[in-house]
């Protein structure tokens, strides 16, 4: 069975600044996060980094990509799987200094992952995902899991590559986390476009409970897209310097 996980969505998303989205399960954040990467395919429309065009073959380049569910190998020591990604990304060590102050990963190095709580490993994806300068940061619900002290350095960084010039998007429930990075703030329902508000004095939980609220009236007149609908086996399945969707 094919359902549509997108459609008549364009976004252009501009460096500098971060851009939460916001929606329902099922609205079509993750599978936008995942095409910007350009780790899933579209049957129409596209996705643009740079003027360049992100395919499954063509990845948009230099991103840190955060997923919803991390997999890791069990077997490995949370070590181990730091110096694979260091040399895979061809980071630094100060890069590495860096990811193992932000997610506090440092008291358990030499554990393997699969003796980490839920939590730990949901550090150490985001620690993977921020490793290292990146242009493009797409991080799928970041926050879950993460203790106070944590949080609050991940906030900071992510606060810090967005004035560094980065594209920062990610996808959160959690409206007070999002209310202190202060984001752009874009609402998706049912794999639609509903609501698109700047940074500004209103709240995450405003803006959602607003943009839902007109999601279920006429829709508007379609207008051109460069992601007019995109198609995925199963119901279940997610300035200039932009990323156009």
């Not at 599978?31 to 395919?55: D, F, H, N, Y």
């Not at 730091?82 to 200094?97: C, F, I, K, W, Y």
């Amino acid at each position: 069975r094919s359902a549509a996980a997108l459609s008549d969505v364009t976004l252009e998303l501009r460096a500098g600044m971060a851009t939460c989205l916001l929606g329902p399960n099922g609205a079509g954040k993750s599978t936008a996060l995942a095409l910007a990467a350009g780790l899933i395919g579209t049957s129409a429309g596209e996705v643009r980094w740079s003027g360049q065009r992100v395919t499954l073959r063509t990845p948009a380049p230099r991103f840190g990509y955060l997923p919803q569910h991390s997999a890791f190998p069990k077997t490995l020591e949370v070590r181990e799987m730091l110096e694979l990604a260091v040399t895979a990304r061809g980071s630094s060590p100060q890069d590495r200094e860096q990811v193992l102050a932000v997610a506090g990963l440092g008291p358990v190095l030499e554990h393997r992952i699969g003796a980490l709580s839920t939590g730990w490993v949901r550090r150490l994806g985001l620690g993977l995902a921020l490793l290292g300068p990146s242009d493009l940061l797409l991080l799928d619900e970041p926050f879950v899991g993460l203790d106070l002290a944590t949080l609050e350095r991940s906030l900071a960084l992510l606060r810090t590559r967005a004035e560094e010039g980065a594209v920062v998007v990610l996808s959160s429930h959690d409206f007070e986390t999002v209310d202190a990075l202060a984001p752009r703030l874009v609402v998706l329902d049912d794999g639609r476009l509903v609501g698109d508000q700047p940074p500004g004095p209103a709240t995450a939980r405003e803006v959602y409970r607003r943009a839902l609220a007109g999601s279920d009236g006429p829709r508007p007149a379609a207008t051109p897209s460069l992601l007019e609908e995109v198609r995925v086996d199963d119901a279940s399945a997610g300035g200039e310097r932009a990323i156009s969707a």
